[in-house]
Each structure stands twice: as C-alpha cells, then as structure tokens.
C-alpha cells in the first residue's frame, strides 16, 4: 500500500493566513528549521496511481498537482477516485467543493457525518447540483466495522470510533456521538501490513489501544504539544482535550502513549501552527525524534 501525505498541518494550515505567532512568522520569513504546511488530508493507493483521498482539505487543489498519477487516457481524469471522511470538521470537508468537477464521485463517511453535510453544513445536497455530486457510502459506525473500496481489492478497511468532538457547527459540539469521529485501521492482504489513522484522537479506549498494538505504522493526531498551548500563545482559554485532542507531551500524552506500541514507524500528523515540533531546532522536535517518532510533512510517502 502506498500513503502519501497531502496536508500535515491541523486546519488554518501554517503559516494559519492571519497568524502572527512565533512559528507563523518564522515559516512565512523562510527561518531555517521550518517547513509550510497544507491543511490535513492523505490518500491511500494500492498502485501508486489510483487514489482513495481521505479528507479534502481547502488546500486540495494545490496538494492535487503533488499527487502522483498514471499516464491520462482521456481529457478529464483524475487520480482521486473516491473520498472518506474521518469527521465534518471545516480542514476536512471544504475540499468536496473544489473536486465538483470530478463528479459524480463516491464519498465513504459515516451516517452521522452525511446527516451534517446534509443539514448543518448542507455541502452534499448543494453539490448534487454537479452530476450528482457525492453519492454516499455508508461506513459502519461500531468498533472494527469493515468495509471495501472497490478499486482498491486488495485492501481491507475498518472503522474503530473515536471520542474526539464534533465541528463548531453541529449541535453535537462538546457532547461527540458514536459516528462523528473515526479512525481507520488499512490492512493489506498482499504483504501483510498495517496502517492506523486517526487525525483526531480525543480519549483511548481499551478497544482502540488494541487496534493500535496491532499497525505497523500509526499515523496519529499530534495537534498540540501541551494540554494549555492555546492559551499560552494567548489565543483561546480552551484545553487540547475539549478540542479533541490529546497533547503530545507529559503523562498520559502522545509520546508516552506511543512509547507502549511495536509499530515500525511512529508518526505525528494534524499539526497545529502553535506547535513547538513545527520548529526542527526546538527541544521538543529533539524529543519527539528521540522517541522514535517522525513528524509528517506535506509530500512524505509510506510504503507499507
Ligand atoms: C480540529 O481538528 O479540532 C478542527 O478541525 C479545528 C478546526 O475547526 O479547524
Ligand atoms: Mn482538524
Ligand atoms: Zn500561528
């Protein structure tokens, strides 16, 4: 299976276009240690051609023209052949708009996520208007629901539900239901390995734990590094947690936690602008990489 990485950086993207904070200010001068970074999305292939995106960020169209493809047969072809969406938050779905062109299109997600794109954010019904637009493929919403992509046979998908929080926009902000934040769980039947995903990782279960033991490589949520970073760089009162995500740093954080799992790689994605790791030379990148962890940058591929 190949993974390739579209967009490492949490939503806003870094430089964020209105930030002014230290990373900001250093990526946008061309500081040496620091890399931009385009709004989370990666995509999944079993050729290196043919592409599932999981995730459309606002920043698609730019990541797009980094996605490798095969030779084109026909004036309009894309490499995406399908979505998924591992939640309705803003960084995750505004890119369904810039893909209409390419409709009618399958979009994996789960009913919880089709019934926000329908009503509180109504993206689909809108986007019906392009040849269809997305045409819904119901995931599972329990632990370990499986599911296939067609054009990917050799793949077996699964579902593990993820407490992280539902969009400033749903009803369901701050009280997240079964359904509104997944992680995916790639096998591939082939050679044998693993891929977890989970952009958003708000709380461990012991189910999830245990999905985790098992993936060779864990490409997992490392928004923040400290529980009060928001608030430390003076932008909100609000902790990584009631954002839905777990901090990389102290007891029970990212680091500590993935220090448990056999997987041969370890990497952090979903990074947000405040973070210290976005700085190569700081401390904190020093300590991540000491732990066997990689920090994921826009382009990175994953053979696995
Ligand atoms: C998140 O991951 O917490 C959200 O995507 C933040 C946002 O609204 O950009
Ligand atoms: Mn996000
Ligand atoms: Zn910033």
């Not at 891929?195 to 864990?218: H, I, K, R, S």
Request: glycine share 8%; with cysteine; charged share 15%.
């Amino acid at each position: 299976m190949y993974v390739f990485v579209l967009g490492s950086a949490a939503g806003g993207g870094f430089p964020q276009w209105n930030c002014h904070c230290q990373n900001c200010s250093n990526v946008r001068t061309g500081h040496p240690g620091y890399r931009p970074r385009t709004q989370s999305s990666i995509a999944i292939s079993e050729d290196g051609m043919h592409w599932l995106l999981v995730n459309a960020s606002p920043d698609i169209r730019q990541q797009l023209a980094t996605l490798p493809h095969g030779p084109t047969q026909s004036v309009r072809q894309s490499p995406v052949q399908a979505v998924l969406l591992s939640d309705a938050q803003m960084d995750h779905v505004t890119g369904l708009v810039m893909l209409r062109e390419g409709y009618p299109m399958d979009l994996f997600c789960t009913p919880s996520v089709q019934q926000e794109l329908s009503q509180h954010f109504p993206l689909l019904p809108v986007l019906s208007h392009w040849n269809d637009g997305l045409l819904h493929q119901p995931l599972p919403e329990h632990h370990n629901g499986s599911f296939q992509v067609s054009f990917l046979p050799e793949l077996a998908f699964s579902v593990i539900p993820l407490r992280s929080n539902a969009p400033p926009y749903s009803p369901r902000r701050d009280a997240p239901q079964a359904g509104d934040n997944i992680g995916l769980m790639v096998r591939d039947r082939k050679t044998g390995t693993s891929l977890f995903y989970a952009p958003g990782l708000g709380e461990l279960t012991p189910e999830l734990l245990a999905v985790m033991a098992q993936a060779d490589c864990l490409l997992v949520d490392g928004t923040f590094w400290s529980e009060d970073e928001m608030r430390l760089v003076g932008l909100s009162h609000k902790q990584a947690r009631d954002l839905g995500h777990l901090p990389l740093e102290g007891k029970d954080g990212m680091i500590e936690l993935l220090a448990g799992f056999p997987a041969a790689r370890k990497i952090f994605i979903h990074i947000n602008n405040t973070n210290p790791i976005l700085n190569e030379y700081s401390v904190e990148y020093q300590q991540v990489r000491q732990a066997g962890i990689e920090v994921a940058w826009d382009g990175m591929e994953i053979r696995l």
